[in-house]
């Protein structure tokens, strides 16, 4: 397989704290690895030094498996490498006196010695790609957080590295533009874009990456999928920093169109304990299964291999009342009251989370995250699951 | 009252020698900014460089011509060179090198927090992307330190202008040495003086008037 990246004991030293310590770390093509961690724990600076951005005291950081980058290695080399790899940060530093588009391709010109008009091109062509092609020709300072940060990326990518380094790139942002970033990361990550992402968005971590690296105090405490380390952390410290994030949790997403809906859906399978059960109330023969579309069959997998069941208190259509209970035979359900018509929405307990979802023209899900909220709401559902049963034994 | 009956068609009697003498005034001055200012930038790369054989000498150096009075310089250099260096050099170029001694030290210092007054960040972002440090002070940090470098780079440069009349001391034939000249012939002081003055108002302030409106300029 191809390596994009090996760091072997990497050591960094601050005056004489050590914040780095003997860090390795591989990185196959392809792969998407988050980093997270407690502030200080020494995040950024790993993603720095990996980045050449800053030197480190001792320990090698080995690019594609040939160029090897070590403390005392000449700035030729370090140029070079750097070229390879992209680097994002938290306050984007754009350059305030080029425009957009000259910030985009600027180095495109002066280091990969593209022709002006092509560079042009390319840069063009990225701009459209994070939705800021109309902005151009404006200067950095007119744009918002979240415009500057997209220019950013789009900086980086249009350099074609063959990895990015993302570091807390939505910590300077306001909450509601955090979303159009992650996006599009998450669509890079669809793209099979090589990534080590610094974040403090677990949820987003888990849903994009491959593997999460939680580190402490400058060491690597454990590595793992999402699933095992989010829902089955192996060190005493993982589960307490976890339970301090956990505790904090309480938000409100909102996630339109096809595409992410499916994501969502397909994010809250992964992040959710195997076993456990999703509690739904709405139509049989809603939309929900349209708009999955394609991605069901990744549900349907993620829900038989997670032995993950759907509790489900419904009213039903009729017309469909086979077609979907052929498909769903394993799960429970509860028929409440015939309906003739799909009001195109239902709502969903996952966990800790509240899900309500439409499913009109375009799908979509509002995510609610509060433990007391998602309490009251179960005793609702249990109280029609019961008085569902009782009244209507016809089960199906 | 004391009357006192001016004359100044005296000026024009010696306004060959006092032409010459504005000349020679504008050629220190323009000479003495031209490799103050490379001098400036030098000493400024040396400074900010992480290499300690780099930092601390050109740092040292910087300190001695801030602090050293311009005068003492001037007059020490006037007697020091031949002896030290072995070269005989004239008065002119004597005051040429101390004035770019000493516009250099202010300037690198001028540049310095020009350059320090850039975050950190810009230069990351410029690596990052494979940019050469070159690269990246040429057409990051210093257009945008720009703006922070003019306002007292300029205001240095009119100083060195002025402090060019330092150098009659030493008998360069510049503006002031020549008014000298001229009073112990024809013992009109006040004329003379006068007329020197006013040259040099007429070399400043057109400068100090085009340069104020070129920091305007953004």
Redesign the interface.
Known sequence: MNQVLNVKKLVKDYENALVLRDINLKVNKGQVISIIGPSGSGKTTLLRCVGMVENFESGEVVFDEKEIVKNNTEEKVREKVRNKIGLVFQDFHLWPHKTVLENVSYALINVKKDSKKEAIKKSKVMLKKVGLLDKSDDYPDSLSGGQKQRVAIARTLVMEPKIILFDEITSALDPELVGGILKIIKRLAKEGMTMIIVTHHMRFASEVSDSIIFLDKGRIIEQNTPQKLFSNPKEKRTKEFLSTIVDKKQEINVYEGYEDFQAYHIGLLKRVKSGCVGYVMGAVGDRWFECMGESYKEYEKLLKEKKIIWKWVSYKIEGFEKDVSKSLKDQLKVSLIPKKFATPSNFNIWEDTIILQTFGETPAIIEIRNKHLVQGYLNYFNLLWDFGNKINKNLY | MITYNWDFSIIFNYKEAILKGTLITIEIAFLSIILGTILGLILCFLKISKNPFFKYPSSIFIEIFRDLPLLVLLIWLFYAIPPLFGINISAFYTSIIAFSLNLGAFSAEIFRAGVNSI?K??T??????????F?TMK??IF??ARRIIIPPLTGRYIETIKLTSLASIIAVDELLHVGGIIISLSYRPLEVYTAVAVLYLAIIMPLTFFLRRFERRK
């Open positions: 975050s960040g810009q990351e972002a410029s690596l990052s992307l494979g940019l050469t440090k690269q057409d990051i257009p945008q």
